[in-house]
């Protein structure tokens, strides 16, 4: 969303609300609110393409300077969200954010494992529309490569990872409580695809966003639980070994009714995807 380190503060006086008014009987989870919601740490060994993006300057350096996620699509390009780009999560105009960096093959953030790259380009995607999130993709150039071991094909349309019912994984080192406890170490979460009438039915229109099937793919479960949340945007939702979506935007974290919304990745424009 359009300032994911603000609206998980919506999210905890929804549910404080929610719990005030059932105190008995809450139908949400208590763990509603956290993590790449009711995920397990995985081995960034065995997902190489996940990367963090990284400003020390911006976010400090207790955690690597991490504030959002990342794919590796090419051994020079990585997909992230626009929204991740833009002033209202930088807190200053891209141009004024010179430490920009890719962390790769640092599972946790506090160790200084595997290798940090800086960001030489950033191409947003001239299609994203920050009013409704369409769209919600840039690309990142690196200024060295990587090996090409690092690379996730991405999924192509019509792509039969997309249809409904498939299982996918969510990466990210999101927020683990819904307040600000941002995760240190790599966390994962499986989800399924949903098809575009529930998402529409989600999503018909709010100041939240509004689901438009053709840039954008919902998932998650049906009774919540499982999810992206604050911090997972721009990571990948994989499925089939293939990159299907980017974290991008959703009502809460977890909560029953409101999966997580990702950007549509066959839908990505050609002037984003790598070369070779
Ligand atoms: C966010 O604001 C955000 N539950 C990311 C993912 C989801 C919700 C919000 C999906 O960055």
Same mark, same amino acid.
């Given at each position: 969303m359009r300032r994911p380190f603000a609206r998980s503060w919506t999210g905890v006086l929804a549910t404080a609300a929610a719990a005030a008014a059932?105190?008995?009987?809450?139908?949400?989870? *208590?763990?509603? /609110?956290? #993590?790449?919601?009711?995920g397990s740490p995985v081995k960034v060994s065995e997902s190489p393409w996940v990367v963090a993006l990284s400003s020390r300057d911006r976010f400090g350096g207790t955690?690597?300077?991490?504030?959002c996620g990342g794919v590796v699509t090419g051994s020079t390009t990585v997909l992230t969200a626009a929204?991740?780009?833009s002033e209202d999560v930088?807190? *200053?105009?891209? /141009?004024? #954010?010179?430490d920009l960096k890719v962390i790769a093959g640092?599972?946790?953030?506090g160790t200084s494992e595997g290798k940090e790259i800086l960001v030489s380009h950033v191409k947003i995607n001239?299609?994203?529309d920050a009013h409704s999130n369409s769209g919600d993709v840039a690309a990142l150039t690196l200024a060295e490569p990587l090996p090409e071991g690092y690379v996730l094909p991405m999924a192509g349309e019509g792509?039969?990872?997309?249809?409904?019912g498939t299982q996918a994984d969510v990466y990210g080192w999101g927020d683990?409580?819904?307040?600000?406890?941002?995760?240190r170490t790599l966390h994962a979460a499986q989800v399924r695809v949903l098809s575009d009438a529930v998402c529409e039915k989600a999503y018909p229109g709010s100041t939240d966003g509004t689901y438009k099937a053709k840039t954008m793919l919902c998932a998650g479960e049906?009774?919540?639980?499982?999810d992206a949340c604050q911090g997972?945007?721009?990571?990948p939702l994989v499925a089939q070994g293939r990159l299907i979506g980017l974290v991008s935007w959703g009502s809460?974290?977890?909560?029953?009714g409101s999966p997580g919304v990702y950007t549509r990745i066959s839908d990505v424009p050609r002037v984003l995807r790598a070369r070779a």
């Open positions: 059932l105190p008995l009987a809450s139908p949400v989870p *208590a763990s509603a /609110d956290s #993590v790449i919601v009711g955690r690597s300077g991490q504030f929204h991740c780009m930088l807190g *200053a105009p891209l /141009d004024r #954010v010179t640092r599972g946790d953030l001239p299609e994203y792509d039969p990872a997309y249809k409904p683990t409580t819904g307040a600000g406890d941002y995760a049906m009774l919540g639980g499982r997972d945007s721009g990571g809460g974290c977890g909560r029953p």
